[in-house]
């Protein structure tokens, strides 16, 4: 009877935890709820779920899947973007990007932030201000990157390299929108710089939801696509990452604490414009799906504002 009861109460406890994917979203009452989405058969892109049991508490500590369930309006990113206190991204970290951009293989990884400003939704447009479009002869080089974005929950610095996803919350997909005229031609010589050509409002949206640990335990398995205006233009997998979501948490966590809710986009594969021989910058109207398998997609248009 004792251990009976037991198992209840762990099956009871293992039952509140397993949310597999969290979503933020308006209902059609229009409140904001955080949410397990639940996924209609045989589909596993969270943007295509209409409805979520309201979750209780916070994602980022307590919390519990209540069997409320709200139908989605409209899908927000996974964690307000004032609550993200870091946006971590990396540089170079597919080795067929590093050669289509002729960079040498980086020997570690290569960190660059972005204002959380810059945090979107899965669905808004992707503002392009004045000072990003064409001026003259300064023509607005504006490319896509597809990333595997990693949600952090648990605090910690100086994680070793066999614990680092014990910190993780989930995997989202995430658009590093990028500007390279800003980043490399008037990015100072000899080094580009990353963040006049990276971090502007709105050019960061990710989701549609962060896919737990559960569903995905192993991140370095999933196919990564980028379709602009419905042609599809990067295709990889998260195998070919150089340093793999392990070997990034540990390494930016070298004497610098990972807080819950800091996200890191972990590079972007192959297939962008920059490097190629004749590119076609993106251009107001075009619209942009990032997807990562398992997870979902983001979809946004460029918006000239
Ligand atoms: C690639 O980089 C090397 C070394 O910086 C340079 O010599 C070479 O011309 C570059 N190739 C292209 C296609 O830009
Ligand atoms: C672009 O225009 C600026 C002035 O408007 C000029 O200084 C610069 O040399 C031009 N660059 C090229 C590549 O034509
Ligand atoms: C990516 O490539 C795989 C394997 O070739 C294919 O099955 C998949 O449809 C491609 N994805 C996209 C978005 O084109």
Known sequence: MRSLLKLWAFTLLAVAVEAQRFVRFISTDGKEYTGDAVMPAGVTDASKSTSAKVIRGDILGDFEITDTVKPIRTLLAPIAPERVRTVRCVGFNYIAHAGEANVTIPEFPILFYKPWTALSTPSD?????????????FTSK??????????????????????????????????DVSHRGWQIERGGQPQPQYSMGKGADGWAPWGPAIVSTDVIPDPQTLNIWTKVNGVTMQNETTANMIFGVKELVSFFSMGITLLPGDVIFTGTPSGVQL?????????????????LENVGTCTNALKYV
Do not use: R
Request: hydrophobic share 35%; glycine share 12%.
């Open 275 to 291: 490097g190629k021989t004749d590119p076609v910058w993106l251009v107001d109207g075009d619209v942009v799906e990032v997807g």
């Open 125 to 137: 447009p992707i503002p392009v201000t004045s000072g990003y479009q064409t001026q003259g002869n």
């Open 142 to 175: 504006m490319d896509y990157e597809t990333e595997l974005v990693v949600v952090i929950k648990k605090a910690g610095s100086d994680i070793p390299l066999d614990q680092a996803l014990d910190h993780v919350l989930g995997y989202s997909v995430g658009h």
